[in-house]
């Protein structure tokens, strides 16, 4: 396999919350800790976080352990709400970038917690969103459960917002219900009747369908986006990288503007 193209590099970075891959797993964990675990999430309990980010720090550089358990201690020293949240978010933010979904999308839960806004539920449940591939079943399990709690309360403070209601449909799409496996999808069609124009939900049904092959619907869709808004990003790439794949002439073209919009 060669490497990655620019502009497959621009499409991934521009979905990162959005596109499934396996990231990382709990190896390192005892057995005790994945029975653990594994009682608590046949059981509807929720996972503890706490021995999961201890295992996690067994393996971080000294740099990142550092920092982490200096932001944890600003936490822990009881500051006010403000600057609690602010540290909660750093910490969030760092375990994020070291891939850890579940322990960063504990501490943007924090931050709903403390500030209930739609835009932090939904920031905690797309946070969540990329763990859902995790290798490891329950670890999967517990990001699935963060995420649609989160993003249900999203949308219960904000539900004019048509992003929220599409990321929980992506949920869904990332762990299907045994019985509804199509849920996820029937939640974005739903979504595309009612609003056959909004660009997220073409967007995001585009994507899905490329994911799966269906070329000439994604095509549709992503057309569709693109006319609507010839500069809305995530269509424009999109389509630029589904020309690529089916060998059409405007490829590079819309690569180009891909790249000029994204800069």
């Not at 630029?240 to 405007?250: G, I, M």
Request: negative net charge; contains cysteine; glycine residues 6%.
């Amino acid at each position: 396999m060669g490497r990655p193209t620019r502009l497959q590099i621009i499409v991934l970075s521009l979905w990162v919350i959005l596109t499934v891959a396996l990231y990382w797993g709990f190896d390192t964990k005892s057995i005790g800790q994945k029975k653990e675990l594994a009682s608590r999430a046949l059981s509807g309990t929720q996972v503890d976080v706490g021995p999961i980010i201890n295992t996690a720090k067994e393996s971080l550089a000294v740099q990142d352990l550092q920092e982490i358990n200096a932001l944890e201690g600003v936490v822990e020293g009881g500051a006010k709400d403000t600057l609690r949240v602010n540290y909660l978010k750093q910490l969030s933010g760092k375990w994020y970038k070291l891939q850890e979904f579940l322990i960063a999308g504990h501490y943007a839960t924090l931050v709903a917690e403390t500030e209930p806004t739609g835009e932090h539920w939904s920031i905690a449940g797309t946070t969540y969103i990329p763990g859902i591939a995790n290798q490891d079943p329950i670890l999967s399990k517990a990001c699935f459960q963060g995420a649609v709690s989160a993003l249900e309360n999203a949308i219960s403070l904000d539900p004019e917002q048509i992003n929220h209601r599409v990321n929980l449909a992506l949920a869904y799409t990332e762990r299907p219900p045994e019985d509804n496996p199509m849920k996820g999808i029937q939640m974005l069609l739903n979504l595309d009747k009612k609003h056959p124009d909004e660009l997220v939900v073409l967007t995001t049904l585009g994507r899905l369908a490329m994911k799966t092959g269906q070329m000439d619907r994604a095509k549709e869709r992503l057309e569709r986006a693109v006319e609507l808004d010839p500069n809305y990003v995530r269509a424009v790439c999109l389509l630029a990288e589904l020309y690529r794949q089916t060998s059409d002439l405007r490829a590079d073209e819309l690569a180009e503007k891909c790249e000029l919009i994204n800069n």
